[in-house]
């Protein structure tokens, strides 16, 4: 069984800074792309970040200058580092992982319970 334990949400202020953390464990062979989603309300769940087990990252054009994914491949961890956050990045971050249980086993996702990101006066 593979787990995704997100940490690190809470509440900001406008213009703040928060971290989010994700570990992944279990039975796990190898873990490729790694990666931030997040979901408010009637909205679908949208891509914030990115990043493969090779370092590339993407990121949303609406974070892209605020927000730095990062991953510690020994440690199956991937990281999420938010500045200057805004109203509108208020949602339900999401860990997701691409990973492969066992040798032969064929690459599938997985996703975390989800974090809850306030950013509020």
């Known amino acids: 069984q593979v787990q995704l334990v997100e940490s690190g949400g809470g509440l900001v202020q406008p213009g703040g800074s928060l971290r989010l953390s994700c570990a992944a464990s279990?039975?796990?062979?190898?873990?490729?792309?790694m990666g931030w989603y997040r979901q408010t309300p009637g909205k679908q769940r949208e891509l914030v970040a990115a990043i493969t087990s090779g370092g590339s990252t993407n990121y949303a054009d609406s974070v892209k200058g605020r927000f730095t994914i990062s991953r510690d491949n020994g440690k199956n961890t991937v990281s999420l580092q938010m500045n200057t956050l805004k109203p509108e990045d208020t949602a339900v971050y999401y860990c997701?992982?691409?990973?492969?249980?066992?040798?032969?086993?064929?690459?599938?996702?997985?996703w975390g319970t989800g974090t809850l990101v306030t950013v509020s006066s």
């Open positions: 279990g039975s796990i062979f190898n873990i490729n792309a």
């Open positions: 997701n992982a691409q990973i492969r249980p066992r040798r032969w086993d064929v690459l599938m996702g997985y």
